[in-house]
């Protein structure tokens, strides 16, 4: 018989998706607070430390969180399960605003402890130390077009959810639930690694908009902007929105629907994120 699941309220549902979010982003930020702080010695890390630590905050975000959501941490994840998994529409607005306020309030803790190095190596507060908080085109240093820059964005978060409802698809070759956030895990520390200059990867909305609020409000105050003076903090928010979905839809069209033939069953029956049906509210 199946274990009966608690029936988690919205309060409980919130206060993972912050907690689990805010986790992501304490290592997430961190890292590149403390390599771009730390100079160009590379003493305190470079870009596959910050491609780890963005993979090991995914992973351990969703061990806080995956219980009782499912560890959506990322608009995207929580609006295209809406869109082609059955997750409930009255959730979707509760879990962005939790997912947002966990990844600003992260931030402002990075910039709290970083604040002395940070205003060392950049008094004024510039694009040379606003990739601590979110993206920028390029990274704020290469010649990327902010129309590159949203391609990059789309594809990105299109692989991001293709690859996660494969490994939490059930028919499929799905790892046992406990392995599922380190693979997810290793599932950003691969698109690090392949898809980090034109964007940065945010692939997350609320991963950049929260980080990138507190960094306004605490002086940085181009924080909406790239470094040729455009608004900018659009790309990272619109980009993943379409480009969840669209990989989702690949994964159904190129895989799930043939699995869902030979088994019989549904995507929104086949496929989960940790918490199994936790993030539906559906009863066991």
Do not use: C
Not at 4 to 28: Q, R, S, V, Y
């Amino acid at each position: 018989m199946a274990r009966k699941e608690p029936e988690w309220g919205l309060p409980a549902h919130m206060a993972a998706e912050f907690a689990g979010t805010m986790i992501l982003i304490l290592f997430g930020v961190g890292v590149v607070a403390q390599v771009v702080s730390g100079g160009e010695s590379g003493s305190l890390g470079d870009h596959d430390s910050i491609a780890w630590a963005w993979g090991l905050g995914v992973m351990f975000g969703i061990y806080v969180a995956g219980r009782i959501t499912g560890a959506h941490l990322n608009p995207a994840v929580t609006i295209t399960f809406a869109l082609f998994r059955g997750f409930d529409w009255k959730m979707v607005a509760p879990y962005i605003l939790a997912q947002t306020a966990g990844a600003f309030v992260a931030a402002l803790l990075v910039r709290w402890n970083y604040n002395d190095m940070i205003n060392a190596v950049d008094p004024g507060h510039t694009t040379a130390t606003q990739t601590i908080f979110s993206t920028l085109p390029g990274n704020g240093t290469l010649p990327v077009s902010v129309s590159s820059a949203l391609i990059d964005q789309i594809i990105g978060t299109a692989i991001l959810l293709f690859l996660i409802v494969a490994v939490t698809d059930s028919m499929g070759t799905a790892p046992m639930a406990n392995m599922a956030p380190l693979i997810v895990g290793l599932i950003v520390v691969a698109i690090g690694f392949a898809w980090a200059t034109n964007a940065g990867y945010a692939i997350n909305p609320a991963r950049d908009f929260g980080p990138r609020l507190a960094s306004y409000i605490t002086g940085y105050g181009g924080a909406w902007r790239d470094q040729y003076g455009g608004l900018y903090f659009w790309v990272p928010i619109v980009g993943p929105l379409v480009g969840g979905p669209i990989g989702v839809f690949l994964y159904d069209l190129l895989i799930g629907k043939n699995l869902r033939k030979q088994e019989g069953s549904t995507p929104e029956t086949a496929s989960r994120l940790p918490a199994d049906n936790r993030t539906t509210g559906e009863k066991p």
